[in-house]
T-cell receptor, first 113, second 111 residues
Framework: QKEVEQNSGPLSVPEGAIASLNCTYS??????FFWYRQYSGKSPELIMS????GDKEDGRFTAQLNKASQYVSLLIRDSQPSDSATYLC?????????????FGKGTKLSVIP | NAGVTQTPKFQVLKTGQSMTLQCAQD?????MYWYRQDPGMGLRLIYY???????DKGEVPNGYNVSRLNKREFSLRLESAAPSQTSVYFC??????????FGPGTRLTVL
């Protein structure tokens, strides 16, 4: 069973702080990693994708990948109330030619003004 | 550019009724997917179509059928709805095996 694990939260941070969201996965041959944001009652929207070990930054968001530890994280700097949402980690598990994404159950983030 | 569209947005069915959820994308993507999302269970893949003319089962295919009508359209059919199929259904598409873009969802209640 290929699994993607996230803390369900809720994770509460004050406005302006750094929010740290974590995700672990079970399949060592996983190729691609994604973070989606989902507001209540809405569909998931892509925030970032990461494919190589290390950090990838996009504005206030930084994704970090460590394939040896099977760990991917998302940092949100200068958190805003508008960042309050559920964050879904998704992993394309399996080798080349695999089309299936496995999603974690999501971490609910609340940014307190 | 509408992206991924789904119809209907809401539906209420009685047990045993049938219905088809429609999905269309205008991004010229090869691959399309159907997910269901339940509280505490996350997003689970029902079926997917890697390319026009092919479909494959995902994690939870029982009770569902799909049709890849053409490159743009991918439908999900419930032949005999059950209360356990009450869920939010999302369609998604991707250019290949990577980034998936989601539609707005269909909220289905089976009584």
């Amino acid at each position: 069973q290929k699994e993607v694990e996230q803390n369900s939260g809720p994770l509460s941070v004050p406005e302006g702080a750094i929010a740290s969201l974590n995700c672990t996965y079970s399949d060592r041959v996983s190729q691609s990693f994604f973070w989606y944001r989902q507001y209540s009652g809405k569909s998931p929207e892509l925030i970032m994708s990461i494919y190589s070990n290390g950090d990838k930054e996009d504005g206030r968001f930084t994704a970090q990948l460590n394939k040896a530890s099977q760990y991917v994280s998302l940092l949100i700097r200068d958190s805003q109330p508008s960042d309050s949402a559920t964050y879904l980690c998704a992993v394309r598990q399996g080798g080349a030619g695999s089309y299936q994404l496995t999603f974690g159950k999501g971490t609910k983030l609340s940014v307190i003004p | 550019n509408a992206g991924v569209t789904q119809t209907p947005k809401f539906q209420v069915l009685k047990t045993g009724q049938s219905m088809t959820l429609q999905c269309a994308q205008d991004m010229n993507h090869n691959s399309m997917y159907w997910y269901r999302q339940d509280p505490g269970m996350g997003l689970r893949l029902i079926y997917y179509s890697a390319s026009e003319g092919t479909t494959d089962k995902g994690e939870v295919p029982n009770g569902y059928n799909v049709s890849r009508l053409n490159k743009r359209e991918f439908s999900l059919r419930l032949e005999s709805a059950a209360p356990s199929q009450t869920s939010v259904y999302f369609c998604a598409s991707s250019a290949g095996g990577d980034t998936q873009y989601f539609g707005p969802g269909t909220r289905l209640t089976v009584l």
